[in-house]
């Protein structure tokens, strides 16, 4: 079992629809946890960042942490072409060895 | 811009040779991660390096080394290179909170390597 789980889509949406995209994990020892969008042949670019659970807020973007069920979520409102990209969730843990873990990505397509 | 810089942008070699990626950090990160992404296995965390010390070891093979210099760039070296190491080699850097890394990573653009 991967240590985090992320459907890779693709995710076809039209233009306005809200966006939906999720990770789970099994180590609990996870702390931080990042949305990272990658577009095509670029480098990842951090998009959230959130410590612990709890809610993030960001423009049209909302990170959701739920710790006791190892699963976190990223919602994309009023979606726009220009978010077409791989969304990448991202975990790590301060504990002996620091390393940052990701998901596969997940595919987004927003359709004009 | 994420302020990561990383050459080559794109290499092109034969199997069984030895190649050399580079990496400069943002201005004032200490730190330097190496991620290898192929379509097939995501991004994968090969090593981490803080202020020129090994921190965190990743699934890097034994052909692979790397090294963080005291000026910070770091370097990535891939020998006796095959064809399954064709893939992007990306490098990112972090900023250290008084709470330690938090694992907010600012990559470069990637290096992409072509084994044939």
């Known amino acids: 079992q991967k240590e985090v789980e992320q459907d890779p889509g693709p995710l076809s949406v039209p233009e306005g629809a809200i966006v939906s995209l999720n990770c789970t994990y099994s180590n609990s020892a996870f702390q931080y946890f990042m949305w990272y969008r990658q577009y095509s042949r670029k480098g990842p670019e951090l998009l959230m960042y959130t410590y612990s659970s709890g809610n993030k807020e960001d423009g049209r973007f909302t990170a959701q942490v739920d710790k006791s069920s190892k699963y976190i979520s990223l919602f994309i409102r009023d979606s726009q072409p220009s978010d077409s990209a791989t969304y990448l969730c991202a975990m790590s843990a301060n504990t002996g060895g620091f390393k940052t873990i990701f998901g596969a990505g997940t595919r987004l397509f927003v359709k004009a | 811009d994420s302020g990561v810089t990383q050459t080559p942008k794109h290499l092109i070699t034969a199997t069984g040779q030895r190649v050399t990626l580079r990496c400069s950090p943002r201005?004032?990160?200490?730190?330097v991660y190496w991620y290898q992404q192929s379509l097939d296995q995501g991004l994968q965390f090969l090593i981490q390096y803080y202020n020129g010390e090994e921190r965190a070891k990743g699934n890097i093979l034994e052909r692979f080394s790397a090294q963080q210099f005291p000026d910070l760039h770091s370097e990535l070296n891939l020998s006796s290179l095959e064809l399954g190491d064709s893939a992007l080699y990306f490098c990112a850097s972090s900023v250290r909170r008084e709470r330690g890394n938090t694992g907010e990573l600012f990559f470069g653009e990637g290096s992409r390597l072509t084994v044939l």
């Open positions: 201005s004032g990160d200490l730190s």
